[in-house]
């Protein structure tokens, strides 16, 4: 779900740790001077760690470094139009809860970089997207998935005192080493247009793993 020029994408927390520090005078008998400078709390005895979400598990796919090509159409974003060069990088958040995207560019529009995380929110029963970037700043949006293959991010946001409507809908192939984005946006209420596209290929180790499964 972004790793994006104009907006999307989480921050999940999960767990908590516990430690105890001894001062020296204080310290139990029978310990030396330096063995409470190590001690930690144990953790609590059958304490279960929460498993990611199904839902999260879908985007997995994404993870790794892919280089991006995005396409701006002629419009608010960039008169005349413009193709410019990208990468974006995703790695799994704390206990695989949640994805985190890294985006930059560097060409028609000056330098671009985006931060992005997306989670599963059960509660909403959708996809919580949070997105800052250089340009815009931060917006919050929810996605949805179509299958592990299609998605939907939907967000609202305010660029330079207009408000932002912003629809990205995406599509990734099924060897998941090629994904594509169409952005639609709407400025202070006017109808939707397609502002923008991002093209996304897989840079490095490919997913062998889906085709070692296959054979």
């Known amino acids: ?122 509660n909403a029963n959708h996809y919580g997207d949070l997105w800052c970037d250089s340009m815009a700043g931060c917006t919050l949006a929810s996605a949805k998935m179509d299958g592990d293959k299609h998605w939907m991010v939907e967000m609202n946001g305010e660029f330079q005192g207009k408000k932002v409507k912003t629809y990205i809908v995406g599509i990734m192939t099924d060897d998941a080493n090629s994904m594509h984005e169409d952005f639609m946006q709407s400025f202070d209420g006017s109808p939707s247009t397609k502002t923008m596209s991002i093209d996304y290929k897989r840079v490095g180790k490919v997913m062998a793993e889906k085709q070692a499964a296959k054979e």
């Open 1 to 122: 779900m972004k790793a994006i020029k104009i907006a999307i994408l989480t921050m999940a927390m999960c767990g908590f740790c516990m430690a105890q520090t001894k001062t020296e005078d204080k310290k139990p008998a029978g310990k030396s001077a330096m063995a409470h400078d190590h001690d930690k709390a144990a953790p609590a005895a059958g304490m279960e760690v929460q498993k990611p979400a199904p839902e999260i598990q879908k985007m997995y796919s994404r993870v790794g470094n892919w280089s991006a090509t995005i396409k701006t159409e002629p419009g608010p974003w960039s008169p005349k139009g413009a193709t410019d060069k990208g990468s974006m990088a995703v790695k799994k958040g704390p206990g695989g809860h949640s994805i985190v995207q890294d985006f930059k560019s560097n060409g028609s529009m000056g330098a671009f970089t985006g931060h992005g995380n997306i989670w599963w929110d059960k």
